[in-house]
């Protein structure tokens, strides 16, 4: 039980130090949580979301899920959205996916992993969709590189179509949703210029997001 020991001790560590840097931090949060962002991102470790964005506890909701999908019948994924958006009233939805994804690789390649091959067949579908543009692309690092970026952006039009952000929108809440790519060699976010922050927004974001996207080389590294 040793390495369960050593989570504990760093625990007790942490508190400590939060204590003593601010002595009213755990009072103040454990009264109300105010985030002002969603976080929709891969359960990949090296992938989380507080310590990328540089924010504390408090400060982003988070759902995360292999391949970050969002899916339209999953019950789990719109609970956190609708949450999110009629409770706490977040200002900024960020689907974050991420380059290397092992989800996405599996999808691309076939490769058979077990029951979440089912639930990757939704990446499979986004394949499919882009299948054209996907087969122009030369190198199969690239290719697996532009299928997570397509990812994102289709899951910023998934989360847009929701009736939750429909809702919303057309009660005059401003909440907005972002698709961005995260870069594990570099610790960098890439911004996709999937943008959406209201109804009429999202075919422009998309087309747009799909025209500035290269067919070759990298994205601006
Ligand atoms: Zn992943």
Known sequence: MSELDDLLRNNREWADRIKQEDPGFFERLSKQQSPRYLW?????????????????????????????????SDLNCLSTIQFAVDVLKVEHILIVGHYGCGGIQASMTGRRVGLVDNWLRHVGDVFGKHAERLHKVG???????????LNVIEQVANVCHTTVIQDAWSRGQAVSVHGWCYSLSDGRVRELGMDVAAPEDLQPAYDRALASMPVSGKRDE
């Open 139 to 149: 190198t199969e690092a690239l290719r697996l590189a532009r299928l997570c970026e």
């Open 40 to 72: 929709i991102g891969c359960s990949d470790s090296r992938v989380p979301a507080n310590q990328i964005l540089g924010l504390d506890p408090g400060e982003v909701f988070v759902h995360r899920n292999v391949a970050n999908l969002v899916v339209h």
